[in-house]
């Protein structure tokens, strides 16, 4: 709703390297047809691509004299079995760093239940996607099956078979590419530095294994911005983040990490070269004083956070998720703006999710709110929740302005320069953040009288 009011920033979109289609879809969707009619199409240049597995098949072809590879997936399995986990793994990692995706179906019959789930993830997986609805051979007299209404989205028909449509796959695809080429031209935004922080034995350094432990993860280590630490680069979904390993050096000169009191302590320099912190939990273990402590470093370093509660796998029995994610939220109110997540290093559960969510947020600190839009914001929220200042007074700001980006600092002009109840402000905090939909992203306020001149 609200995005209007934003002016996005893109990061820079590298286009060096030969960009990616692959072809997704479940089984007899016709997708090697579709594969072979677009090779057929242009001029297949066989290419034989060494670190390509064996029953991916992957061909470059030639579009307005820029070059593109193209690959069949193969068929997405309903099975539970393990070689269909395995192949069907395979294919949210091929998704991943796909450039484009060309999502298959079948205009024969309805969409089925598994196939939407299926489109949906690897949506969210990855966005630059084209649904294609294959085996309309009489677009004449075609009637699109109403189930993939659902999907709300364009849909393009085509016959593979009998080479209907596929012109118009092709300008898809120039279309998408054109959007990139666009962006080349806009300022590169370094990537951002994901600290891991929380107390000796929480899973930090599994967390870093499990996520490097990724085939599609891409490092390259660069000397960390302090003496403790190593900057790992990753590419991730054809983005970027530095990863710090705070206590990667620790361990290989292994320096013992000495007490729980010394490991905490450090906490506070750990934050300081970050701009996205994950603050890791041991779900097996009662919170404690150091918990809170880091946190409170974490959150006097007013910058974005993730709370990943690790050792998922060590909680039994029946697990009652939104009781946990609620507690986890009291013990931490002051950081009430984070998301929470819950992960196992050990099995690699939710572990991707972190660096997504972390991604999402780096994408979101270069999106700047105009003053006029968050004006009009905090107007309508104040509309319809009157709220009150430590006095008892109506909160009613004269003007509202954005004082900083990074930290997301908003100053409130009032006639007294009275401070918000504390319930009051987290209200409205919370609000600011789900409308901007800033997840992660902490917001402050500064109240100031707009009668006194700004003295100090
Ligand atoms: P760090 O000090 O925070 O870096 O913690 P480590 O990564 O060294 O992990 C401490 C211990 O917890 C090790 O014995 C790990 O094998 C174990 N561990 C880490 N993550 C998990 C997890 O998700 N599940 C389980 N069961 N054990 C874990």
Same mark, same amino acid.
């Given at each position: 709703m609200l995005l209007h009011l934003f002016a996005q920033v893109y990061p820079g979109e590298s286009m060096k390297k030969t960009p990616l289609i692959t072809i997704i879809g479940?089984?007899?969707?016709?997708k090697s047809t579709f594969f072979n009619r677009i090779i057929g199409a242009r001029k297949a240049l066989v290419h034989a691509d060494?670190?390509?597995?064996?029953d991916i098949f992957k061909k470059a072809f030639d579009l307005s004299g820029k070059k593109f590879y193209i690959q069949d997936s193969g068929g997405f399995f309903q099975d539970k079995d393990i070689i269909s986990e395995e192949i069907n793994k395979r294919i949210f990692r091929e998704a991943r760093r796909s450039d484009l995706i060309i999502f298959l179906f079948d205009g024969k019959r309805e969409l089925l239940g598994y196939e939407k789930d299926l489109y949906l993830e690897v949506t969210r997986i990855n966005p630059d996607i084209i649904p294609v609805i294959n085996k309309v051979d009489n677009p004449n007299k075609f009637i699109l099956p %109403?189930?993939?209404?659902?999907?709300?989205r364009d849909l393009i028909y085509v016959s593979a078979e009998h080479d209907i449509g596929i012109d118009e796959v092709f300008e898809q695809i120039e279309k998408k590419f054109e959007q990139y080429a666009g962006r080349e031209e806009e300022e590169v935004q370094p990537p951002a530095r994901i600290s891991i922080v929380g107390k %000796?034995?929480?899973g930090k350094s599994s967390i870093i294994n499990s996520i490097l432990?990724?085939?599609?993860v891409i490092v390259s280590p660069i000397p960390g911005t302090t003496r403790d630490s190593v900057d790992l680069e990753i590419k991730w979904q054809k983005k970027t983040v530095v990863l710090v390993d705070n206590a990667g050096i620790r361990k290989l000169q292994k320096v013992k990490e000495g007490t729980e009191g010394a490991a905490v302590l450090r906490a506070e320099k750990d934050v300081k070269f970050a701009d996205i912190i994950i603050l890791v939990l041991d779900l097996s273990k009662k919170i404690d004083q150091n918990d809170l402590f880091i946190a409170h470093q974490v959150f006097k370093a007013a910058k974005p956070v993730i709370i990943a509660g690790n050792k998922w796998d060590l909680l039994t029995g029946e697990i009652d998720s939104p009781a946990l994610m609620e507690k986890i939220n009291r013990k931490f109110n002051f950081l009430h703006f984070a998301p929470i997540l819950f992960v196992s290093a050990k099995t690699g559960k939710n572990i991707f999710r972190i660096i997504d969510l972390a991604i999402d947020i780096q994408e979101k600190l270069t999106i700047k709110v105009r003053t006029p839009a968050l004006n009009q914001l905090i107007r309508q929220i104040l509309q319809e929740k009157v709220l009150h200042t430590q006095?008892?007074?109506?909160?009613?700001?004269?003007y509202i302005v954005i004082?900083?980006?990074?930290?997301?600092f908003i100053n409130f002009f009032t006639h007294s320069g009275n401070k918000l109840k504390s319930a009051h402000e987290k209200y409205l905090k919370k609000r600011i953040g789900e409308e901007l939909k800033l997840q992660g992203i902490p917001v402050f306020f500064k109240i100031s009288s707009s009668t006194k001149h700004k003295t100090q």
């Amino acid at each position: 709703m609200l995005l209007h009011l934003f002016a996005q920033v893109y990061p820079g979109e590298s286009m060096k390297k030969t960009p990616l289609i692959t072809i997704i879809g479940v089984p007899n969707t016709g997708k090697s047809t579709f594969f072979n009619r677009i090779i057929g199409a242009r001029k297949a240049l066989v290419h034989a691509d060494p670190g390509m597995t064996r029953d991916i098949f992957k061909k470059a072809f030639d579009l307005s004299g820029k070059k593109f590879y193209i690959q069949d997936s193969g068929g997405f399995f309903q099975d539970k079995d393990i070689i269909s986990e395995e192949i069907n793994k395979r294919i949210f990692r091929e998704a991943r760093r796909s450039d484009l995706i060309i999502f298959l179906f079948d205009g024969k019959r309805e969409l089925l239940g598994y196939e939407k789930d299926l489109y949906l993830e690897v949506t969210r997986i990855n966005p630059d996607i084209i649904p294609v609805i294959n085996k309309v051979d009489n677009p004449n007299k075609f009637i699109l099956p %109403p189930s993939y209404y659902s999907l709300k989205r364009d849909l393009i028909y085509v016959s593979a078979e009998h080479d209907i449509g596929i012109d118009e796959v092709f300008e898809q695809i120039e279309k998408k590419f054109e959007q990139y080429a666009g962006r080349e031209e806009e300022e590169v935004q370094p990537p951002a530095r994901i600290s891991i922080v929380g107390k %000796p034995n929480v899973g930090k350094s599994s967390i870093i294994n499990s996520i490097l432990k990724d085939d599609f993860v891409i490092v390259s280590p660069i000397p960390g911005t302090t003496r403790d630490s190593v900057d790992l680069e990753i590419k991730w979904q054809k983005k970027t983040v530095v990863l710090v390993d705070n206590a990667g050096i620790r361990k290989l000169q292994k320096v013992k990490e000495g007490t729980e009191g010394a490991a905490v302590l450090r906490a506070e320099k750990d934050v300081k070269f970050a701009d996205i912190i994950i603050l890791v939990l041991d779900l097996s273990k009662k919170i404690d004083q150091n918990d809170l402590f880091i946190a409170h470093q974490v959150f006097k370093a007013a910058k974005p956070v993730i709370i990943a509660g690790n050792k998922w796998d060590l909680l039994t029995g029946e697990i009652d998720s939104p009781a946990l994610m609620e507690k986890i939220n009291r013990k931490f109110n002051f950081l009430h703006f984070a998301p929470i997540l819950f992960v196992s290093a050990k099995t690699g559960k939710n572990i991707f999710r972190i660096i997504d969510l972390a991604i999402d947020i780096q994408e979101k600190l270069t999106i700047k709110v105009r003053t006029p839009a968050l004006n009009q914001l905090i107007r309508q929220i104040l509309q319809e929740k009157v709220l009150h200042t430590q006095d008892e007074r109506i909160f009613n700001p004269k003007y509202i302005v954005i004082e900083s980006y990074k930290p997301f600092f908003i100053n409130f002009f009032t006639h007294s320069g009275n401070k918000l109840k504390s319930a009051h402000e987290k209200y409205l905090k919370k609000r600011i953040g789900e409308e901007l939909k800033l997840q992660g992203i902490p917001v402050f306020f500064k109240i100031s009288s707009s009668t006194k001149h700004k003295t100090q």
